[in-house]
Each structure stands twice: as structure tokens, then as C-alpha cells.
């Protein structure tokens, strides 16, 4: 087995895993949240259902990278990536709306919530399972070096951080008797989801539509290409291509190693 089939494998293996989890801790978190009443478990749980597509989607992505290029796919397959972002953004777009909705609407008529100990100890159960998922996607992460792998772990550290804060929201409704922590906890979490359904949207329109790389990313595809060979046929390449989101030249810069191009060049 060679490393690179190795190091594939652990990827695919630890984001199946994300998938799974995040299944699980939405299901298990919109339940309690609906018994409870607490928009903030609820709005934890789209989020949760949110880390669940971009898992997916992260899945395929790694999967079609292994696809070689062929005669209807010149530069591989990577665009169903961005097909499956622009789906999944418009998914979460409507679940953060709703919560803003909803939230305003329990502003104005305010809902009690019940069995907070309960709600709490949901959380803290999804806090250590969080927090071991965590500690899985780090150890692949130091493994394999993979961006993907990376983006889920942050993605999980983020939802490690929103379980205690709403932990703590719901230990100030019970203490000061006021449902509008609950409220502001949600609100900030619909915001966020909102915030992130944007960036995936305008990110996979951009792929879409070949949009042109930044200066930076530009001048680094440069430098790249002329530390390998500076009088090589690939600087012309670069300079037609240098416009395109997707491409040959795009997957060098994305995977940041000069091996890969020399392979490539042989």
C-alpha cells in the first residue's frame, strides 16, 4: 500500500466519521431542543446539520481528487464541488433565516423554556463528543497535511466553542429566570450560519465562473512554476492560464508541493 493511498484513506475515513457525528448531534440536539423549547439547541443543531454538508461535501471532493483527468474532464472533476457548495449554501441560507425569524417572533411572544438541566447535560454530551471528534481530525490533520481535513477541523472547533456558549446561556435562564439569553445565543449562532452560507455561496459561484485568482495567488503559481524550470513550456501555460479559478495550474497552488508539478513535467 503506498503513502499516498494511505494517507487518502485516513482522509476519507475521519470526514465519514465527521459526517456521521454530525448526523448524530443534530439529531439528537433538534429532539432535546424541541422538548426544551430552546431555540439555542435548535439553532446548534442546524448548525450541526450545516458541518454535516460541508462534511459531505469535503467527501466528494476528496474522492473526485483522485479521479484522474480525461477527454470530457481536461482539468478533472473538481467542479462538482462547487455544484454541491452552491446546493448546500442555498439549504443553509433558508435554516439561518428561519431561526432569525423565529427568534424575532419568540422576542415578541416569548415561549418558557423547560427541563434546562436536561437541555444542559444534552450539551455537555455533545461537547465531549465534539471534543474527541476534535482531537481525531488534529491527529490525521499532523498525518496527512490535508486542507480538507483542516477545514473540518476547524469547523468542529468552532461548534466546541458554540455548545459552551450555550451551556452558559442556559444556565443564565435558569438563574435569572429570562428566556432572552436563550435568544441571543441563538440569534448569534443564525447570524454565523448566514454569515458562512455566504462565503460558501460566493465561493462556489467564483469556481463556477472562473473568476480570477488574487495577485498574491498569482505571483505565488509564478513562483512555483519558475523554481522547477524558469525556461520550461509551463510558463507559457501559466501565462494563457493564469485568469482560470480551475485548472491544472490551480491544483498545483493548492496542494503548495513542487513535486506534484514535477511529477506532472516528466
Known amino acids: 500500500m ?3 493511498f494511505s494517507k487518502t484513506k485516513k482522509k476519507l475515513n475521519v470526514v465519514a466519521l465527521s459526517i456521521s457525528t454530525a448526523l448524530f448531534l443534530a439529531l439528537f440536539k433538534i429532539s432535546i431542543g424541541l422538548m ?9 443543531a442546524i448548525d450541526s446539520f450545516m458541518d454535516m454538508l460541508v462534511s459531505s461535501v469535503n467527501l466528494i471532493a476528496i474522492k473526485e481528487a483522485e479521479k484522474p483527468a480525461d477527454k470530457e474532464h481536461l ?3 473538481g467542479k462538482i464541488e462547487s455544484l454541491a457548495g452552491l446546493f448546500q449554501s442555498v439549504i443553509i441560507s433558508i435554516s439561518g433565516i428561519y431561526l432569525v425569524a423565529e427568534s424575532i417572533k419568540r422576542f415578541i411572544f416569548r415561549v418558557e423554556l ?8 444534552v450539551m455537555i454530551v455533545s461537547m465531549v463528543i465534539t471534543f474527541l471528534l476534535v482531537l481525531r481530525l488534529k491527529r490525521v490533520f499532523s498525518e496527512t497535511e490535508s486542507l480538507v481535513v483542516g477545514t473540518e477541523t ?3 472547533t468552532t461548534d466546541f466553542v458554540t455548545n459552551g456558549g450555550i451551556i452558559a446561556a442556559l444556565i443564565l435562564v435558569r438563574w435569572t429566570g429570562s428566556s432572552l439569553w436563550d435568544l441571543a445565543v441563538a440569534f448569534t449562532i443564525a447570524c454565523y450560519i448566514l454569515y458562512q452560507s455566504f462565503q460558501i ?3 462556489s459561484v467564483d469556481e463556477l465562473l472562473d473568476r480570477a485568482l488574487p495577485l498574491s495567488e498569482q505571483k505565488e503559481l509564478e513562483r512555483i512554476i519558475l523554481n522547477h524550470d524558469p525556461k520550461s513550456l509551463a510558463f507559457t501555460i501559466y501565462e494563457r ?3 482560470a479559478i480551475s485548472g491544472l495550474l490551480i491544483f498545483i497552488l ?9 511529477k506532472l513535467m516528466s
Open 2 to 4: 503506498s503513502e499516498e
Open 36 to 44: 426544551t423549547h430552546s431555540l439555542g439547541i435548535i439553532a446548534s
Open 75 to 77: 482539468y478533472g472533476h
Open 114 to 121: 423547560e427541563h434546562i438541566l436536561v437541555a444542559v447535560s
Open 154 to 156: 476547524l469547523h468542529f
Open 201 to 203: 455561496l460566493k465561493k
Open 241 to 243: 492560464a493564469k485568469l
Open 254 to 262: 493548492k496542494s503548495g508541493e513542487k513535486r506534484i508539478f514535477q
